[in-house]
């Protein structure tokens, strides 16, 4: 059933056995196939880590922390490791902008190698040059870019010129398979055709859409951009890319596509922070710290929960 030259993950879940390919993205559930309850993983599906705190950029409705932070690579190797023992199937490296990271290639190169997790990370973009291009193809799997806009509305809300970004783009169409993220608020929810025009001109595989969180003394997605947002979602034109929307975000009303409807949070989704603390997700303000395992973090939040 399975090409040999592909290096399949396989993960035991109560939903049957999922079965992962790194390069390609492929998902297949073997939904006959029951495995035992004390097989089933114990590590979310996915893994995101905010590698560092800081950014160039001052966007303003972002919600990363701002007090300098970083992790090292080798205090996250071993952590990484584990989670890739216990079905952890992909992780994905933020901040802040985590190509900020002086050990951000190496840490990316490690984690291919020592895991057989797949590897990813947000970025962007403005910083990928044709040298870290050349250290990431070949460690990296899929690469999420943000896009917040089009033109001056992508120069309004991050302050560097839209030309530049297509040239990067050019760059990182170089190094792996990639999407576009799009923050949608008041501005940006009136440009998602045009969004998803770009993205499939440029050769993205995804558009994913982050609904703005409330910080900072921002208010969030307002309900005239949401009421927009699940209008275009049901009636947007068909695409050859996928389009998503964040788990985070109010879904009522909107239809999906759910592989694991029942999945619990944490079995779906964790995230460590640049201070190495493990938490449900980047906005919860309950976390644990990792002391060692990152398992016993995951099994004191869970009980925490």
């Known amino acids: ?27 297949v559930l073997l939904e ?21 705190n800081a950014c160039e950029l001052r966007c303003p409705y972002c919600y990363a922390a701002k007090k300098p932070a970083r992790l090292g690579a080798e205090e996250i190797s071993p952590w990484l490791r584990e989670l890739n ?45 044709e040298k870290l291009a050349t250290q990431l193809r070949g460690s990296v799997h899929f690469i999420r870019v943000s896009v917040d806009g089009i033109g001056e509305t992508y120069e309004r809300n991050r302050g560097r010129a839209f030309d530049e970004l297509e040239n990067r783009i050019d760059l990182i169409a170089g190094i792996c398979r990639f999407g576009v993220n799009v923050v ?54 068909p695409s050859k890319i996928r389009v998503g929307i964040s788990r985070m975000a109010d879904l009522s009303g909107i239809a999906l596509a759910d592989a694991f409807p029942m999945e619990d949070r944490l079995s779906a989704h964790a995230h460590i922070d640049a201070n190495g603390y493990l938490r449900a997700d980047a906005f919860t303000d309950q976390r644990i710290p990792i002391q060692g395992s990152v398992i016993d973090a995951l099994t004191e939040l869970r009980e925490a929960a």
């Open 1 to 27: 059933m399975f090409e040999q030259s592909r290096l399949w993950k396989s993960r035991a879940t109560r939903y049957g056995v999922h079965f992962f390919e790194r390069q390609t993205g492929i998902n």
């Open 32 to 52: 006959e196939v029951m495995p035992p309850e004390q097989t089933w993983a114990v590590a979310p599906r996915y893994v995101s880590v905010a590698l560092t």
């Open 85 to 129: 023992r216990n079905g952890c199937l992909g992780v994905g490296f933020g901040g802040g902008e985590p190509t900020l990271h002086s050990e951000f290639a190496t840490i990316c190169q490690k984690t291919a190698i020592e895991t057989g997790m797949a590897v990813s990370f947000t970025t962007h973009g403005h910083r990928i040059t």
């Open 184 to 237: 949608v608020g008041d501005t940006t929810v009136w440009e998602l055709d045009g969004l998803l025009d770009y993205a499939e001109r440029w050769g993205a595989e995804e558009l994913l859409l982050l609904p703005e969180q409330g910080v900072a003394g921002r208010a969030g997605i307002g309900e005239s951009a949401r009421n927009e947002m699940t209008r275009w979602l049901a009636s947007h034109r």
